[in-house]
């Protein structure tokens, strides 16, 4: 079974700077969207950005101009640069992509920023 596997989480300052990265387990095929989720304790889940397989992109307003999305589609790996980082961006992120299967869900992976 195919999964989504994420790095690059982890404890930075705010103002600091974290990448992350998620691709499938094994190579799949036509995968259309792919975007980042992020869920905070006691939160619900929201989207961060996405990114289409053509290269659009969409963000949150609250990440607009400080997270850059991007994908490879030749290694279908999604990227995440986030720069100046905020203590309210404290959250698990998880990573998603629609295919001609399920829609993948990556495990996770913790995103902590200190004031």
């Known amino acids: 079974q195919v999964q989504l596997v994420e790095s690059g989480g982890g404890l930075v300052q705010a103002g600091g700077s974290l990448r992350l990265s998620c691709a499938p387990s094994?190579?799949?095929?036509?995968?259309?969207?792919m975007g980042w989720y992020r869920q905070a304790p006691g939160k619900q889940r929201e989207l961060v950005a996405g990114?289409?397989?053509?290269?659009?992109?969409d963000y949150a307003d609250s990440v607009k101009g400080r997270f850059t999305i991007s994908r490879d589609n030749a290694k279908n790996t999604v990227y995440l640069q986030m720069n100046s980082l905020k203590p309210e961006d404290t959250a698990v992120y998880y990573c998603?992509?629609?295919?001609?299967?399920?829609?993948?869900w990556g495990q996770g992976t913790q995103v902590t920023v200190s004031s």
């Open positions: 998603n992509a629609d295919w001609v299967g399920p829609t993948l």
């Open positions: 990114i289409t397989s053509g290269g659009r992109t």
């Open positions: 094994r190579t799949i095929f036509s995968i259309n969207a």
